[in-house]
């Protein structure tokens, strides 16, 4: 004599929850169909016939049957498996990060992933799986510049103080030089390289056909640019270019010139003295970057220098004065930020920086 089936029977709350799971189009599919192989049994319909339209096994359909008449619809769901005990864990990661604070291989200047999974005896995906998970990028480099001037703190502190809080009807401007910008002439292009991807080709030999100078003054409030080129950098230079900028601002405020500390911006006082109205604020020693004129000089070199090519100085000239007068109608000024480099991420990189 066969056995016959239990009946099973839920709640009309359960019930809507099981119909609107079969019939959706977003969850698993895998709980689609187990919601289906429910409702069928509810309905009175076969463990057969439900596996036969369903185009899945009686046995299946016994088993979801089972526990949902035991769990209800959370039964439905697959119950926690513990899988394969991981070969790589945290025990390999704490090896992968310690041996990275160890000295290289002989013969290498720095660890690669190929050379601590040969160290560690495991392979290359499994320690590239741990330096992409911790953000490690060992063949990345970060420089940094770490200033002796004693009195770098006052220094940095009117400087930044310019930046964020100028004295009150007071213009800010930050100058340099960027010297000796080299008129470069060699063929440029388009190449395909053998992956099929096209790139900016440039020829290996260039003929020299000069040099340039710059000097930049930077509005910190607006970002716009006086520029003037020149063939040398000497104090002459400078103070003529400063003669230049001063007739394009208000003579009746007070401007603040933030520069380096290089020669010719020092010992200037006889042409200060004929310019009450301007003030001299210089960088601490080995801090450029604290000079807001540099970012533009970046922005130069990228768009209007970097793989050009000029048949003499008078080309290179044009360009840089091209790219002025393009860059100031759309000028913005840049907002100030700078992170701080501290001395315990320089000595255990990896350890202060991954725990």
């Not at 959706?24 to 409702?39: I, K």
């Not at 330096?131 to 940094?144: F, P, Y």
């Not at 603040?256 to 042409?271: A, F, G, Q």
Request: glycine share 6%.
């Amino acid at each position: 004599m066969s056995r016959s089936a239990k009946q099973l029977t839920c709640s009309v709350e359960e019930r809507q929850k099981l119909e609107q799971l079969a019939g959706s189009r977003r969850a698993e599919s895998r709980l689609v169909e187990r919601a289906r192989m429910v409702l069928g049994c509810l309905n009175g319909e076969q463990v057969v016939s439900v596996a036969h339209r369903l185009g899945v096994r009686p046995n299946k359909v016994i088993l979801w049957r089972d526990r949902f008449a035991q769990c209800g619809q959370a039964g439905l769901r697959d119950r926690h498996r513990s899988g394969k005990p991981p070969r790589y864990g945290i025990a390999f990661r704490a090896k992968v990060l310690a041996l990275l604070e160890t000295a290289p291989p002989k013969g290498q200047a720095q660890w690669d992933g190929g050379a601590v999974a040969k160290a560690l005896h495991a392979s290359d995906d499994a320690v590239w799986r741990v330096l992409r998970k911790e953000g490690i990028a060992l063949t990345r480099q970060r420089s940094w510049c770490v200033s002796t001037d004693p009195q770098f703190a006052a220094k940095a502190a009117d400087i930044v103080g310019l930046y964020l809080n100028p004295p009150e009807n007071a213009l800010v401007i930050s100058i340099d030089e960027k010297p000796s910008i080299q008129a470069l002439e060699r063929a440029h292009g388009y190449v395909q390289t053998d992956s099929g991807k096209i790139v900016r080709g440039f020829k290996s030999t260039y003929k020299r056909h000069g040099t340039l100078n710059l000097f930049a003054a930077l509005q910190v409030v607006t970002g716009a640019i006086h520029g003037k080129t020149t063939l040398y950098k000497k104090r002459v230079d400078f103070l003529a270019f400063m003669d230049e900028v001063l007739t394009e601002l208000p003579g009746d405020r007070e401007i603040h010139v933030i520069m380096d500390n290089y020669c010719i911006h020092k010992k200037n006082e006889p042409w200060l003295a004929a310019h009450p109205n301007v003030f001299f604020h210089f960088t601490p020693t080995s801090a450029s970057w604290l000079n807001m004129v540099e970012i533009w000089f970046g922005i130069l070199t990228r768009k209007s220098l970097r793989g050009a090519s000029f048949k003499d100085t008078e080309q290179l000239r044009q360009a840089i004065e091209d790219f002025i007068a393009v860059y100031n109608p759309t000028a913005k000024p840049f907002v100030w930020r700078k992170r701080e480099v501290k001395g315990s991420q320089l000595r255990n990189t990896i350890v202060n920086l991954c725990n």
